[in-house]
């Protein structure tokens, strides 16, 4: 099966779509035999109404351990958050096997495999795509869409065929999608982002909060 083939593809666990990425998974598995070091599939109940959807596994965080924001800096901020909210079971994220539980929401990133120095390239984000699409495709018709980041926003609008210039990111905006669902932006919850003040806590807090009740309203 070639990329191009693909429009819209449930996850697989050994899609090797990307040849640099297959192959610093390769390597990764030697240096890190007790890491996951495959495809990271989403987390959550497929037809939440709430989809957040991060850059790409981290190297010592969701690589390691196979789920999304698990395991390193960036997902600390996130899971408190989401517990705080009421949208997950646990404030923190240990493990795949820590018995966390999201609530009415799920997570994915816009590239699920780990890219060499966090960086997919443009060409495996567009490869990547039909995987996010499709997690689209089960999210509730009038669910709602929250990116984490530049990269994530463009991703979701890549699956939607909109145009990026139609949309632009904006931290704390609300989107409206060319279906029933919603889009909302915030900045990644990154240690740069969190370290420099871009995104502080409570702006994370905020924004989910307005994806929560974007949710809520929705149904
Ligand atoms: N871990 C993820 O799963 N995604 C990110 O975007 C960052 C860290």
Do not use: W
């Not at 923190?92 to 539980?101: M, V």
């Not at 939607?160 to 931290?171: C, P, T």
Request: with cysteine; proline share 6%; aromatic share 6%.
């Amino acid at each position: 099966m070639r990329a191009v083939d693909i429009i819209n593809s449930s996850f697989k666990k050994n899609c090797t779509l990307c040849p640099r990425l297959a192959s610093h998974l390769q390597t990764q598995r030697l240096i890190y035999p007790e890491y996951f070091n495959l495809p990271v599939p989403a987390f959550g109940d497929p037809d939440a109404g709430l989809l957040i959807v991060g850059l790409a596994p981290g190297h010592h965080g969701a690589n390691a351990t196979g789920r999304p924001f698990t395991g390193d800096h960036a997902g600390i901020l996130l899971y408190k958050t989401l517990f705080e909210l009421g949208l997950c079971t646990k404030t923190e994220s240990i493990s795949a096997d820590d018995n966390l539980r999201l609530l009415g929401c799920r997570i994915t990133n816009a590239v699920k495999c780990l890219p060499p120095k966090n960086r997919p390239t443009t060409e495996e984000i567009r490869t990547c795509n039909p995987y996010l699409r499709h997690e689209i495709s089960l999210l509730r018709s009038n669910g709602v869409i929250f990116a984490l980041g530049g990269i994530a926003h463009a991703a979701v609008l890549r699956a939607y065929k909109a145009k990026l210039s139609e949309y632009k990111f904006i931290h704390g905006h609300v989107h409206s999608l060319p279906d029933s669902r919603v889009l909302v932006d915030s900045y990644h919850c990154s240690r740069y982002n969190t370290n420099t003040g871009r995104l502080t806590p409570s702006m994370l807090k905020s924004a989910l909060e307005l994806a929560q009740s974007l949710t809520t309203q929705n149904l």
